[in-house]
């Protein structure tokens, strides 16, 4: 088996496809530094040390640059094959890339897009974020100059009050299907694969809005989240329009203390 000599992941703190990429790594069992960066200036960062992409995660690894959580996942099991992230079975291959490309491309978005309409409407639980990050900024300093990196993020993630409208009445539909995968054995197996780490990042990053995660919590879908990303920084209270959260009322579960 080739022998991983170095890897460097650069990440945001809060970024959801950054936690999968250092949970795969983890899972790996592949030694890595970690350095973190903020959001925006990430990009330039990552042009200027020759990445492939502007965007997190980003990973170096034996002299090689990639960019892109689904990059990663393929090159890691390129570079150590055991344990697997992906079947051998090419039939359950296809589904699990199946799946892996759709919480890249739906839920990863989506919940972004949530996330920042959440910090436009209160930007101090920012700080939550960045707990155990070493950005070289002071915490506090970090949230109290986030004015720009907010608006930016705004711009680059289409952050529209009807977009993020219509990904909270899509999130029922989403946990729906994940929790199907996790019946049909597509997600959810032993040893977890590269859509269940994929997208138990994404819910892990939804589970920290109080907004979102009770409709989140106690199903199949969210256990998954918290045994593969059993950490995840940050704590949004309460902050979204309740008509907004409308479609995620049914899907609740009731309180305990109710
Ligand atoms: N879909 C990409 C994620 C790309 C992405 O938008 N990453 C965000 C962090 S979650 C980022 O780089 N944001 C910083 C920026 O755009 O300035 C993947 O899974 O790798």
Excluded at 226 to 232: D, M, S
């Amino acid at each position: 088996m080739p022998r991983v000599s170095r890897a460097t992941l650069y990440v945001i703190p809060g970024s959801h496809p950054a936690m999968a990429a250092r949970r795969m790594l983890e899972h790996k069992g592949v030694e890595y530094r970690r350095i973190d960066l903020m959001p925006v200036v990430s990009r330039g960062v990552l042009k200027v040390l020759g990445f492939p992409g502007i965007t997190i995660p980003s990973l170096r690894i034996d002299g090689r640059r990639i960019t892109g959580s689904r990059e990663i996942s393929k090159t890691l099991d390129e570079i150590k094959p055991d344990p697997p992230l992906f079947p051998a079975d090419p039939a359950e291959r296809v589904q699990v890339e199946d799946a892996e490309r759709w919480g890249d491309e739906i839920p990863q978005d989506g919940v972004r897009r949530i996330l920042w309409n959440a910090i436009k409407r209160d930007r101090k639980p920012l700080r939550s974020f960045l707990d155990g990050a070493r950005t070289g900024v002071p915490h506090g300093l970090a949230v109290a100059t986030a004015a720009p990196i907010i608006a930016a993020e705004l711009k680059i993630n289409d952050v529209t009050d009807d977009a993020v409208r219509a990904d909270l009445a899509a999130l029922p539909g989403w946990l729906d299907r994940i929790d199907d995968w996790i019946a049909g054995g597509v997600l959810g197996g032993d040893p977890p694969n590269a859509a269940d780490f994929q997208i138990a990042a994404v819910l892990r990053l939804a589970m920290t809005m109080d907004d979102l995660r009770p409709a989140i919590e106690g199903r199949p879908c969210g256990e998954l989240a918290k045994r593969l990303v059993p950490e995840f920084p940050g704590r949004i209270p309460p902050v979204l329009p309740a008509e907004w959260l409308e479609p995620l009322r049914a899907v609740s579960a009731p309180s305990s203390t109710a």
